[in-house]
């Protein structure tokens, strides 16, 4: 079944590279650039888990112990944590690059892209308010387009918004479609919690 994931991925890498593409004079990703992978709850389906696990066991024994070592720093402050919404550095992140690029979840491929907001407006990424993308086209003291400055850069691409939310992009008709299933979903540094109960109960 994970064959049938990895067949949707790649379909979802394909347009993907479309909505970048199109929107090149906006985006400002590069490697190192790495604040998308930080303070953040990273939902991530059994599925995609199963998958990241498939790319870490490949990783040489020095990343893998890099990433062990984040992981226990998240999960020690987890287990201090006494709010709601437990926020995190990912663990996979090693000096500042994806150390499973080619194995990360869907949530890290909509990372950087604009979508729309419940207002129907385009709603620029978080990183629009630290220079990065969208920076160059953006409304005074929001996280919208603004028209004028689009105009003013005088390139052809338009910013367009993309339906890029997590719940869409793992709705059960591409689980038809495909032929395979997420699963349970859950923020990521949860798998692991889940896995030291099943290790700490045998
Ligand atoms: S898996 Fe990789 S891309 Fe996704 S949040 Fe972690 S470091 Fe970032
Ligand atoms: S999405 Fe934003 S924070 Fe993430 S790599 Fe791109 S520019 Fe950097």
């Given at each position: 079944m994970i064959e049938n994931y990895i067949t949707y991925l790649n379909f979802l890498s394909k347009k993907f590279d479309k909505f970048f593409e199109s929107q090149k004079p906006y985006i400002f990703c590069?490697?190192?650039?790495a604040k998308c992978c930080k303070n953040a709850q990273f939902p991530y389906s059994q599925m995609e888990f199963e998958y990241l696990m498939r790319g870490t066991l490949k990783l040489d024994v020095e990343t893998k112990k890099a990433i062990v070592d984040n992981l226990k720093s998240v999960m020690d402050a987890r287990e201090k944590f006494e709010g709601e919404k437990f926020l995190y550095d990912c663990p996979f992140l090693v000096n500042d690059v994806c150390a499973v690029y080619d194995y990360r979840g869907i949530v890290c491929r909509t990372f950087g892209l604009p979508f729309v907001g419940s207002d129907g407006k385009i709603k620029a990424p978080f990183c629009c308010f630290q220079g990065l993308n969208y920076s160059n086209v953006l409304e005074d003291g929001s996280n919208t387009i603004s028209e004028e400055k689009y105009k003013k850069l005088g390139v052809k691409e338009e910013p367009v918004a993309f339906n890029i939310g997590y719940e869409f992009l793992t709705d059960p008709d591409f689980e038809r479609g495909f032929n395979f299933q997420f699963g349970d979903k859950k923020p990521l540094i949860e798998w692991f919690v889940d896995l030291e109960n099943a290790r700490n109960s045998q």
């Open positions: 590069k490697k190192g650039c």
